[in-house]
């Protein structure tokens, strides 16, 4: 991947979530027109200091379901974090960068008014 291939590193992740049959949202969305979904936020790029030598992007993918019913939210979540951090953890992009998953937060949150359990991935989208 090129030095900070952001878009580049965005839409092979995209590419990779559509086989899961997730829509990989950029950015905070505003409502969730789809569930379960996703969504992705820029975070950090990190580097060796002293330098402009690229190491990898850490965006937060966010995976979102329907909070209705407690037990049946946490079930659906947990088995969707399955899922995704499997096929993503390790996982060459299409040829753009490698994917490795730093770490998973559960949390609430609530999009467009509408209370939703979540799971932050953080990831680290590096060259090689």
């Avoid at 952001?6 to 905070?28: C, H, P, S, W």
């Avoid at 969707?80 to 060459?92: E, F, I, P, W």
Wanted: aromatic letters at 8%; proline letters at 5%; hydrophobic letters at 50%.
């Amino acid at each position: 991947m090129a030095l900070f291939a952001q878009r580049a590193a965005y839409e092979a992740l995209a590419a990779r979530l559509a086989v899961l049959d997730l829509e990989l949202l950029i950015g905070l969305p505003r409502a969730m027109q789809r569930l379960p979904g996703a969504y992705l936020l820029s975070t950090q790029v990190a580097g060796p200091p002293r330098t402009f030598a690229f190491v990898g992007l850490r965006p937060t993918l966010t995976l979102v379901v329907s909070y209705q019913d407690a037990p049946a939210a946490e079930y659906q979540l947990i088995d969707l974090v399955d899922l995704v951090a499997n096929d993503l953890h390790g996982a060459q992009l299409e040829g753009v960068c490698k994917c490795t998953l730093e770490s998973v937060a559960y949390d609430w949150r609530t999009i467009g008014g509408v209370d939703f359990r979540v799971a932050d991935l953080v990831l680290v989208l590096s060259n090689g």
